[in-house]
C-alpha cells in the first residue's frame, strides 16, 4: 500500500479515495451468499436430518447397495445443504475404505429438462476424472450423455451420489428410471444413489404417477427453522459483518421476522445481508433494527414478484383485488364472490377484458399453490352450502406494490391511493375508477 501524503484517509483507502479498500460493514461477505456451504460446525439443528440422510446414502461408503431418497419441504429449511453436506462425507468416508465414489450436483431449476440434465451429469463426470471421449454441448440427445455417463461410471467410479435438486422442475422424471435401473439394465456396475429434492410437497403425488416401482425411494421432510434455530444460524455468520457494526437486537430481531413469515433461513440470511447493504449505502456505521425492518420489505415485496414472475396477468390482477379488499375494508378474509367483484372492476381501471368467475377462482388455487394466500372451506351450514374463504398471507401492502412491478399494471392505485380512497370505494364495491 502507497503511503500518501493526504493525510489518515487516503492512507486508509489505499491511495485513491473514490476506492475504499476498507468494507466499513462487511469483513468476509461471502459468508452471506446463498451458495456458501457452512462448516459442519456451523450447521444448525439439523442432526436428525443429517443422519437419517446418511443412513439412506451411507450404504455406499461400506461397498453396498444405497437406498434413494426424496426430501421434501419449504424452501430454505437446509435441503440442499444438508443433500451436498451428507454427500461430500459420504465420499470422504466412502475413500477411506478404498471406494471411489463421484458426487454430482444439477439444479434442475436451469437444467430443466432431461437432455440438459443428463448432458450436466456427463460433462461434470469429466470434470472429475481423465476420460478422454469429447462431449458434445450440442446437437446430441440424452441417449449419448447416458452413454458418457455409464462409460465414465464404468471406468473410473465404484458408486455414485446424485443430487437432483428442484426436481419438480424437471420436465418429465425418465432421469429418475434411467438412474435406478442402470445396475439392473447392466449399462454400469456402480452403485447410484438419488437425493431429490423438492421445495413443493404436491410433487409427492405426481411422481408416484409419473415413475413405476423402480425407483425405490425413501421420504423425508425438513420443517421450517423456529426463532431460535434461525437466531444460531445467523450468529454462527456474525463474523460476516466488521465487529461492533450488528447492533443488539438486529438479529433477534431478523429470526424473529423471519420466523413469523416462513422459517426460511435463506431469507433470514438474504434480510442480513441487505441490511448490512442499506447500512452501507446511507452511508450508516453500524446495522440497526431499522435496517433490518427495511430490509425485510424489501425482501417479501423480491420474494412475491418472485413467486408471481410466471403467473398471469389475471393471477395478478386477482391478487390485488384480494390484497385491495382487505385494504380498504374491515375483514382478512374474503369469498371467491367478493374478490371476483372487485376484480371485475380493476380490469375495467386497466382495459383489460375479464375471465370469468370459475376462471379467476382457478386462479386464486394456483396462488394458493405459490403459497401467497391460504384458502380455506367454510360450511355455511345446510341451506347455504359451503363456500371458500381467501386470505393472504403476507402483508396487501407489499402484494400492491410487487403487482404495480408489472410494467402493463404499474397504473393501479397505490397503496397509500386505496387507503385515501378505501372506504368510499369498499362501499361502492365495484368502481374504483376514482382513483386513476
Ligand atoms: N441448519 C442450517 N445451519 C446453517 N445454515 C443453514 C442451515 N439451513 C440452511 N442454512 C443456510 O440457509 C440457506 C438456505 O439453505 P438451503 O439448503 O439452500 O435451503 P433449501 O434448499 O431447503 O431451500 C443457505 O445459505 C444455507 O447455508
Ligand atoms: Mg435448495
Not at 456458501?36 to 442432526?47: A, F, L, S, W
Not at 444438508?82 to 454427500?87: D, K, L, N, P, Q
Not at 423438492?198 to 425407483?215: A, C, G, H, M, P
Not at 363456500?387 to 397505490?414: F, G, M, Q, W
Amino acid at each position: 500500500m502507497s503511503v500518501s501524503h493526504d493525510g489518515d484517509m487516503a492512507e486508509q483507502t489505499g491511495g485513491d479515495p473514490l476506492f475504499q479498500s476498507h468494507d466499513p460493514i462487511f469483513n468476509r461477505k461471502e459468508l452471506l451468499h446463498v451458495g456458501h456451504v457452512p462448516d459442519e460446525d456451523r450447521i444448525v439443528g439439523r442432526d436428525d436430518e443429517i443422519q437419517s440422510v446418511a443412513a439412506e446414502v451411507g450404504a455406499i461408503t461400506r461397498g453396498d447397495p444405497p437406498n434413494n431418497v426424496m426430501i421434501y419441504g419449504k424452501t430454505g429449511t437446509g435441503k440442499s445443504l444438508i443433500s451436498r453436506h451428507v454427500a461430500t462425507r459420504a465420499q470422504d468416508a466412502a475413500r477411506s475404505n478404498d471406494i471411489d465414489c463421484a458426487v454430482l450436483y444439477v439444479d434442475c431449476s436451469e437444467a430443466n429438462t432431461e437432455t440438459r440434465a443428463t448432458r450436466q451429469l456427463a460433462l461434470s463426470l469429466k470434470d472429475q476424472t481423465g476420460y478422454q471421449q469429447n462431449i458434445p454441448l450440442r446437437g446430441v440427445g440424452t441417449m449419448e450423455y447416458y452413454q458418457h455417463i455409464w462409460g465414465i461410471l464404468e471406468d473410473f467410479f465404484d458408486a455414485v451420489i446424485v443430487i437432483l435438486d428442484e426436481i419438480d422442475k424437471l420436465d418429465n422424471s425418465n432421469i429418475l428410471m434411467q438412474l435406478s435401473r442402470a445396475r439392473e439394465a447392466r449399462k454400469t456396475d456402480a452403485y447410484i444413489g438419488v437425493i431429490g429434492i423438492s421445495n413443493k410437497v404436491q410433487y409427492r403425488e405426481t411422481l408416484d404417477e409419473r415413475i413405476d416401482s423402480s425407483f425405490g425411494h425413501r421420504e423425508l421432510f425438513f420443517h421450517p427453522y423456529d426463532a431460535s434455530q434461525l437466531r444460531e444460524i445467523m450468529r454462527n455468520r456474525e463474523d460476516a459483518f466488521q465487529p461492533e457494526v450488528l447492533e443488539d437486537g438486529t438479529i433477534e430481531l431478523c429470526a424473529a421476522l423471519a420466523a413469523k413469515k416462513h422459517g426460511d433461513a435463506r431469507k433470514a440470511i438474504e434480510i442480513l445481508k441487505e441490511a448490512g447493504e442499506l447500512a452501507r449505502r446511507t452511508g450508516s456505521e453500524t446495522v440497526s433494527e431499522e435496517h433490518i425492518q427495511q430490509a425485510q420489505e424489501v425482501a417479501e415485496i423480491n420474494r412475491i414478484e418472485e413467486l408471481t414472475s410466471g403467473a398471469t396477468v389475471h393471477a395478478k390482477l386477482a391478487l390485488y383485488a384480494l390484497a385491495s379488499r382487505i385494504i380498504t375494508g374491515d375483514r382478512e378474509t374474503y369469498k371467491t364472490r367478493e374478490i371476483y367483484k372487485r376484480y371485475v372492476g380493476i380490469c375495467d381501471l386497466v382495459a383489460n377484458d375479464p375471465i370469468t368467475e370459475n376462471g379467476l377462482y382457478r386462479q386464486l388455487k394456483e396462488q394458493a399453490f405459490l403459497g401467497v394466500i391460504e384458502s380455506e372451506k367454510t360450511g355455511g351450514g345446510r341451506s347455504q352450502g359451503s363456500y371458500l374463504l381467501h386470505r393472504l398471507v403476507t402483508d396487501p401492502k407489499h402484494i400492491v406494490k410487487a403487482v404495480r412491478r408489472d410494467a402493463s399494471l404499474e397504473e393501479l392505485p397505490t397503496y397509500d391511493q386505496l387507503r385515501e380512497n378505501g372506504q368510499s370505494a369498499a362501499d361502492r364495491d365495484v368502481d374504483l375508477s376514482s382513483f386513476s
